[in-house]
């Protein structure tokens, strides 16, 4: 009886041992266990100078400490707010500011740790240089949360911006990091070394970059980490959206997951993973980077259902990898699809070599090389579907049991199947749709055993050009040089508002300008088999609207044929010059003359031409490019008039980076009343640009610099259809 009366009294008395304290903020602040603390609402200012921590909780328990409407400066940048070690069950919650510091809170060998709602942004940070990403917690580098051996733990809903580090994790497990706002810093959003089984959720690592370049910077960093989960992130516009390593750690067998993040936007690579074993990717947008994923030295990955679109250089890049599975991604618009080699070899992995690949499912188009692999034995490509690549598939050096079966392959193309390799590439099964009996040998070269194609349907030919080629069905493409490839913010559309005959016009906006290729092509999957021989001239309607201060350097036209070569017309580029917001009209003889001087290369003839093309290059400063009326004999165009506006808001502006003046171009779904602003980093508004309204349709309004310090700024669409936001870059 005696020990239920204690307990019942120990029951009744736990809520006043436990009931929140108020106190003021001071220095050297020991937190004893089981309290429960408010620190007194105000602005604080205490330095760290001996980074022993302004708030002390050693050998602690059971602790909670609110900053509700509480601010702390430190000084210099160094020491840390809190100081938490060996201790467990310590929540900081809700503090309004706390920046200065080298960390705002460090924990060390401790658990069961809550870092919640607090902002702790403006510490430490360096924006130059190059980072080491192999480095221990002695050189951190500084930011709002450093966890060292720290197990069970949470950091959720936090503000840690502009800062070299938003959370750092070295030596953890299991920990918890969720919807946490970690964007524009200089180092990492989110740094973990030799850490694992973490939950890395909903976060917003975006922006994450040094102002120098080159640097490791990421918004998300792994080193030498296993069985992490990483999901539904945004991960855009970082050095690297997601960068991992095991390097020399070769025990180590990484087994992370990465899903449903978006990794756009990177200069270096969207998703990079090197030396590395047993990751999984699935699911992620890895888009408008230099690479979409560079997976160097990588094995036993798996890369499924991404979406890998209009990379620099490539989709997917591996150098001496084995074991990978590519299943079920779209891939397309960048010079390589896939790209597959055998480099000089880094030590100790200069026995690795590239083997083993199952490439199966996937969508592969619009690349200059679907798929290019070089010394890569046991190869196999399986159920994949080829269209509008320049060349599908190109198989260099060692070949040893490479396979390539039951694939699509849609459209012409110079080669569907190309191998140099002395091995023999074993190709049954594959269907190529449609073609002609009479040229479909010449899209198969080198040692390559393939089953004669068996025509399953009548191919569709289109026999004679049609009316107007600037009208659908026809299909326009970008096309994408090695090297430059398919950029970000990239457009290419039927213009129904702005045409000079028929339904519509094409226009093309692309922000860099560089050798930029505009391809036309029947619709409805089938072939162009054109003689020319009878026609004389080839007259179309052309308007630019080019970078004010900079002009087109080059204009040429392209007659070709995808297998034998083509007739280029090399113009005067003064000709897209005085095209500048005016339509104008051009006829070039097919003979060529002094205004359209002809070339040819390869073998090319009348008889045989399957497209044309526009290249146009303004050395990278960005162009928008209408072409109408495009034809070989004079009629009049009608076109297909259905679905003549844009369904959804879309914006951009070029050039971008800009020195004197910037163009903002948008479209509108439906007539409204149209708002557009400049702002800066800190929301300070610089410009309004417009607000009345305006009707559906396309619209560019030009921001003259003015004052503008060099730096970034933000453009805010707000419409009655919703709201868009834009990044302009002030040299």
Same mark, same amino acid.
């Given at each position: ?144 949360? $450093?966890?060292?051996? *720290? ?6 809903? +936090?503000?840690? =911006?502009?800062?070299? !580090? @938003? /959370?750092? #994790? ?50 998300? $960093?792994?080193?030498? *980490? ?6 539904? +992130?945004?991960? =855009?516009?970082?050095? !690297? @959206? /997601?960068? #991992? ?16 993040n978006d990794c756009s936007y990177s200069p270096h690579n969207a998703i990079e993973a090197t030396f590395s ?122 070949a040893t049991h490479d396979t390539i079966t039951g694939n699509l392959f849609r459209s012409p193309t110079l ?266 980093l800190q929301g300070r508004l610089m410009r309004n640009l417009i607000h009345e309204w305006l009707p559906a ?35």
């Amino acid at each position: 009886m005696k020990k239920i009366l204690v307990l019942l009294l120990s029951i009744c008395l736990l809520p006043a041992a436990n009931a929140q304290t108020v106190l003021p903020l001071t220095d050297h602040m020991e937190i004893p266990s089981n309290s429960n603390i408010r620190i007194e609402p105000g602005s604080y200012d205490f330095a760290d100078m001996g980074r022993d921590g302004v708030i002390r909780i050693m050998n602690k328990e059971n602790i909670i400490i609110d900053g509700t409407d509480v601010e702390v400066t430190g000084v210099a940048f160094t020491g840390f707010l809190f100081n938490i070690e060996n201790s467990r069950n310590i929540t900081i919650r809700n503090f309004h500011k706390v920046e200065k510091y080298f960390y705002a809170l460090s924990a060390k060998q401790s658990t069961d740790i809550h870092v919640l709602d607090n902002n702790f942004s403006y510490n430490k940070k360096d924006t130059s240089g190059w980072i080491s990403i192999y480095t221990g917690v002695g050189e951190a580098l500084g930011g709002g949360v $450093l966890f060292d051996r *720290c197990t069970d733990s949470e950091i959720s809903g +936090n503000l840690m =911006t502009q800062q070299n !580090d @938003g /959370v750092a #994790l070295y030596e953890c497990d299991n920990i918890t990091v969720n919807d946490n706002i970690v964007n524009w810093n200089c180092g990492f959003g989110i740094r973990m070394t030799t850490t694992n089984n973490c939950s890395i959720h909903h976060n917003d690592c975006s922006h994450v970059n040094r102002i120098t370049d080159p640097s490791d910077c990421a918004a998300i $960093l792994l080193i030498t *980490c296993s069985n992490n989960r990483v999901e539904h +992130n945004n991960l =855009t516009y970082s050095g !690297d @959206g /997601v960068f #991992l390593s095991d390097f020399r750690n070769t025990q180590t067998q990484g087994n992370n997951f990465f899903g449903y993040n978006d990794c756009s936007y990177s200069p270096h690579n969207a998703i990079e993973a090197t030396f590395s074993d047993g990751n999984q990717f699935v699911g992620n947008k890895c888009n408008f980077s230099h690479y979409g994923f560079w997976l160097g030295y990588s094995h036993n990955c798996l890369i499924s259902d991404n979406e890998i679109i209009g990379n620099l250089q490539s989709g997917i890049a591996i150098d001496r990898g084995y074991r990978n599975s590519f299943i079920n991604n779209h891939i397309s618009l960048s010079p390589y699809g896939i790209e597959l080699w055998e480099g000089s070899g880094i030590d100790p992995y200069t026995d690795q070599f590239s083997h083993h690949y199952s490439i199966s499912d996937n969508i592969i188009e619009g690349n200059v090389w679907g798929i290019s692999a070089i010394n890569t034995e046991d190869l196999v490509v399986k159920n994949n579907a080829f269209s509008h690549n320049k060349e599908d598939i190109y198989i260099e050096g060692q070949a040893t049991h490479d396979t390539i079966t039951g694939n699509l392959f849609r459209s012409p193309t110079l080669y569907h199947l190309r191998s140099t390799s002395s091995d023999e590439v074993f190709a049954p099964n594959n269907t190529f749709i449609p073609m002609i009996d009479t040229l479909i040998r010449l899209r198969i070269s080198g040692n390559i055993e393939w089953q004669p194609f068996i025509r399953t349907q009548d191919p569709a030919i289109q026999w004679i050009p049609p009316c107007d080629m600037a009208e659908r069905p026809g299909v326009w493409t970008i096309y994408a040089d090695p090297g430059y490839g398919h950029r970000r913010d990239e457009t290419l559309e039927w213009d129904y508002a702005d045409r000079k005959v028929g339904a519509a016009s094409v226009k093309l906006y692309t922000p860099r300008g560089w050798d930029v290729g505009l391809n036309y092509r029947p619709g409805d999957d089938s072939l162009a088999v054109w003689s020319l021989q009878e026609d004389d001239t080839l007259t179309f309607w052309l308007k630019t609207i080019k970078q004010p201060s900079y002009g087109f350097q080059a204009f040429h036209i392209r007659l070709g044929n995808t297998n034998q070569g083509y007739f280029e017309y090399t113009a005067p580029a003064s000709l897209l010059n005085n095209a500048h917001n005016n339509w104008r009209r051009y006829r070039v003889p097919i003979q060529g003359n002094m205004s359209f001087v002809r070339s040819t290369v390869g073998n090319m003839s009348l008889e045989n031409v399957n497209y044309v093309e526009f290249r146009a290059d303004t050395w990278d400063y960005g162009y928008t490019l209408w072409v109408d009326g495009v034809q070989f004999h004079e009629c009049t165009p009608t076109g297909i008039t259905d679905n003549p506006i844009t369904s959804k808001l879309e914006s951009g502006c070029f050039p971008n980076p800009f020195d004197h003046s910037t163009t903002v171009w948008f479209n509108l779904p439906e007539n409204g009343q149209v708002q557009l602003a400049v702002y800066d980093l800190q929301g300070r508004l610089m410009r309004n640009l417009i607000h009345e309204w305006l009707p559906a349709g396309n619209h560019e309004v030009t921001l003259q610099e003015g004052k503008l310090h060099p730096g970034i700024y933000f453009y805010k669409l707000t419409t009655t259809q919703g709201s868009s936001i834009g990044k302009m870059i002030k040299n």
